[in-house]
């Protein structure tokens, strides 16, 4: 049986590495690490390779205050809902963007996802890795 710990370990933090853990995680270093955490950072990734940014380029061009050198995490969860999902629909169509957006907000349609590991894993193959199946460039 797998537990919810089985895909995960827990990062080390950087301010660059913050951007990718999931942002119940952000302060609590201490907490357990669960697998939806790694989908979150998944679709990180997925809007990286949808844009052919970093989240570093991302975050520099997201900040509008000449005053700072990062804008806060809270702005990055704001601006990766707000903008730059939207954005990956934009440019990659609507199933990558929904693929990702299914990664960053946790939702799979089954809120016992959550605390039963082998149901996410069936919802992932379902929603994420058959749905990118069907994504042609």
Known sequence: MIDSTSLSSKPGVTPD????THPKYWGHVDARFEALYDIYSLGIVLIEIALWKTTKTMAEKLN???TRTEISLAE????????LIPEVERRAGRIYGDVVRRCVTGD????ACRSDV????KAFDREVVAKLEKCYA
């Open 17 to 20: 590495s913050a951007r990718y």
């Open 64 to 66: 509008r205050d000449p």
């Open 76 to 83: 990055w969860r704001d601006a990766v809902e707000k903008d």
């Open 108 to 111: 799979f349609g089954d809120a």
């Open 118 to 121: 082998g149901r996410l894993l």
